[in-house]
């Protein structure tokens, strides 16, 4: 039809036409396209990072990006896709071009994920090696090392709840007054922690199979008691705030922050889990040399980490973090020893082999 | 000169709802992934509430629209019409996640709405109004009334008030004035606004997420979930094929009652 | 001729009529006076009744570099969907008006038929063929997206306008011994000019206003205002959204109203 109007109007008409078409591309070119320098025989970059938005890209600008970058003299750019980066790298993957190189804490679930699907590099052997020698037991694994750790943890506010549940347990247990709150977003940590009530152990949690009926019916029960299925730490801390609810299932950092505001919390470490989240180099990347050198360096600069966990919060995988970071902040950090053999860890491998069927029967559970 | 735009919606309106249906046929499951969606309570749960949301929506954005409507083509104080068309037109001008925000406030559990119903005394414990499906309406009817008032206000600028009048003045009461004189005459405007307020109202995303929250889904939020979540692109696209159908048969059915003309004058 | 009780009954139909419009009249202010209201209390977080009052919101607005960049982008976004939008649809609307072409209904129609689709479900297949040529996630696909979203209102304002300026006026000047040219230019063009800009600022406050697209079809970088105050509404309120709504809402009411005038005068 377009052609046929072409070819029937007078040139100046055609003109135009054409002038329209190349004016709604020229404006539309006019922002945002990405220059990509060939990649030199050093890789000097520039990186990009995926990260997760506001204080949480500020802390790793500052802590991480800005000395790094100073040291080797590689640009270093940070884009914020919080909670997105599966979607999008896949997206990436089907355009053909991955436009990102490293993944800054990736969630536990997502990364591996992305590992199965093979879309992150695994860790060169050597450089696995020297990960292991410095970061703390447990936290390297094939595809990365963990950073931004936190837990899952049981949180109460005092002011509001007479008694709050010593345990999972009792969390789900419906004489127990109180206007509840969960995650939306992690099918594995509610069914791990219902895993839990209904007394699985939490030494078992990391290889136990869970019963995916059992699961849900203990979910079930408790459902209308929960008020809030949050979607993001923000929104967690303003639901607590608000008095929209008076319990729940919180980031351990997040509901001491609300204590310091000013908002009285009581966190409950029992039956907790351990949540880590992944530094990750992304497979295709242009600047994959640029992009593990940036790895080695966030590993081998405890004080950097130290101070990344002081700005967010969360924790680190760098045992010598520890000695630059004050006692307060310490002890509430999920990976101070005492905190950690509390808290459970969860079976991944199962997750990544069930997810079909568990995000499936997760979104009849939750929406339906 | 008509080409540029006949390209656009070629290339950017036909082909993107084309590829939508071809994709769900094709991709997946193939047709599959149609039975897979209506096997899902959770997206049969969203299809229910869509309706009937946005059923509730329409019968009070249409109500309140067009009396609004009517009201301001009757009133002859200029300060009236001022003020009534202020109303009406400052939501819609005031940005569509702004207008939402609103009511998040209002409604929270410690927010405007609960803290006077116990200053009234009608309640001791703050309600549960946020995240509820009544959030929903108020939300989306707040959006939409905007809407059913102008979609309804061109077919009774044409309503002649001496046929009124005359209908009075030879004995006609005024609910039956109103029955039989102005409602046939005012018929397309309501169907138009109508078709109009449900087709759009089926396809809101932003409002069921924030004031309807994780339990109160729409159909746009299972189809986000699909996308974003759960990375089963397939099943999004039958979800959003169903979607369509649906707009596409309400607009379909008022066009058969009342013709083309009277929702395209809705829309202007 | 009427009996009582139909007076009574009439009196009462009046005033239920009347109560209708006073609910929905006050339903209609109330939000948009709570939020300006709640702009100028100074408590840390939003609370009500506020407990402070002040401008610290909108400080807040004026200073911090939250807000600097998605407005940027948005202006942006905003300018150059408008523009495209009247190239797209201007020169095709004066062609369909003036050469009476057959089909010039059914173009017309379906320009403005995207604005009744149920948005989620656009947005889905924009989604799709976006992916297939990498235009996701980039800022020429967001105008694309929200360029497809002005072409509705922009058709609609122009085509009614042009229903009102009659051919014979340009006639009357060719008689007159202008070219063809140059009565295109002063007489239609001049008379179209305040439908154009009426249309052009639509399209603007449309694709400021606009959520949904650049939830599906944004990325990364890709932070607009409505979607930054979608996601702080959605993950956790920063207290100056008060303010920037309160902004806006004064803003676009001005700009539609000022639009909303030119549209009258062609008329």
Known sequence: ?368 | MAAPLVLAILFLVIYPLFKLVYDSLTQGDGPGNYVEAFKSSAIRKAILMTLAQSAAVTVLSVTLGSSLAWTLRRATRRSVTAVLWAAVLLPFWMGLVVKNYAFALLLAREGAVNHFLQKLGLIDQPVQLLYTAFAVVLGMTYTMIPYAVLAAYPTMTMVDVELLNAAQGMGASKRKTFSTVLMPLIRPGIVASTAIVFAISIGFYVTPVLLGGAQTPFIATVISDDIFTFFNYPRAAASSVILLVIAISVLGLAMKAVGLKAIRGGLG | MTTRTDRILDGLFTWVGRLIVGIGALFMAVPALFIAMLSFSNDQHIAFPPKTWGVNRYVDLFTSDTWAAPIGLSLRLAAVTAVVALLLVLPAIIGLKRSNLRGGGFIEGASVAPMLFPVAAYAVGLYAVFAEVGLLASFQGIVISHVIHAVPMVVIILSTAMDQIRPELELAAMTMGASRGRAWLGVTLRLLTPAVAGAAIFAFVSSFDEAVFITFLGGPGLVTLPKLIFDSVQFGVDPAITAVATVLMIVTSALLFFATRLRKDVR
């Not at chain 1, 907790?272 to 081998?300: C, D, M, R």
Request: hydrophobic share 40%.
């Open chain 1, 1 to 368: 039809m377009g052609s046929n109007l072409l070819r029937r109007g007078t040139p100046w008409l055609r003109t135009t036409a054409v002038a329209a078409a190349t004016a709604m591309l020229v404006a539309a070119c006019g922002g945002g396209s990405k220059q990509n320098s060939a990649a030199e025989a050093e890789d000097k970059g520039p990186l990009v990072i995926a990260s997760w938005g506001a204080y949480f890209s500020a802390a790793t600008k500052k802590n991480l990006v800005e000395p790094f970058t100073k040291e080797t003299g590689i640009q270093v750019q940070i884009v914020d896709a919080p909670g997105k980066y599966v979607a999008n790298l896949q997206s990436q993957q089907k355009a053909g071009k991955m436009q990102w190189d490293l993944l800054d804490s990736t969630s536990g679930p997502d990364a591996y994920i992305l590992a199965d699907q093979k879309l992150v590099e695994p860790l060169p052997a050597d450089l696995k090696k020297q990960f292991e020698s410095v970061l703390s037991k447990g936290s390297v694994v094939d595809f990365g090392f963990t950073f931004s750790n936190l837990g899952y943890v049981i949180a109460c506010r005092t002011d509001k709840v007479k008694e709050c549940p010593p345990d999972a347990k009792s969390f789900f247990d419906k004489s127990i007054p109180g206007r509840r709150q969960s995650v939306a977003t992690s099918p594995l940590i509610n069914l791990s922690m219902a895993e839990m009530a209904s007394g699985v152990s939490p030494k078992d949690l990391k290889t136990h199979e869970i019963n995916l009926d059992r699961a849900f019916a203990k979910l079930k029960e408790i459902k209308p008691e929960m008020k809030v299925w949050w979607q993001s730490g923000d929104q967690m801390e303003q639901a607590y705030r608000n008095g929209e609810v008076e319990m729940g299932i919180a980031y351990s950092g997040r509901a001491f922050s609300l204590n310091d505001k000013g908002t009285p919390m009581k966190v409950v470490w029992t039956d907790g889990i351990y949540n880590p989240g992944f530094w990750q180099v992304v497979k295709g990347s242009q600047h994959t040399k640029a992009a593990f050198k940036f790895l080695e360096w966030v590993a081998n600069h405890p004080e950097a980490q130290a101070g990344w966990a002081k700005d967010t919060g969360y924790s680190v995988p760098n045992p010598k973090a520890f000695d630059y970071m004050a006692d307060d902040l310490k002890t509430k950090q999920v990976d101070w020893p005492a905190n950690r053999e509390q808290l459970a860890s969860l079976n991944y491998e199962w997750y990544v082999k069930n997810q079909a069927e568990v995000n499936k029967r997760w979104q009849e559970f939750l929406r339906g």
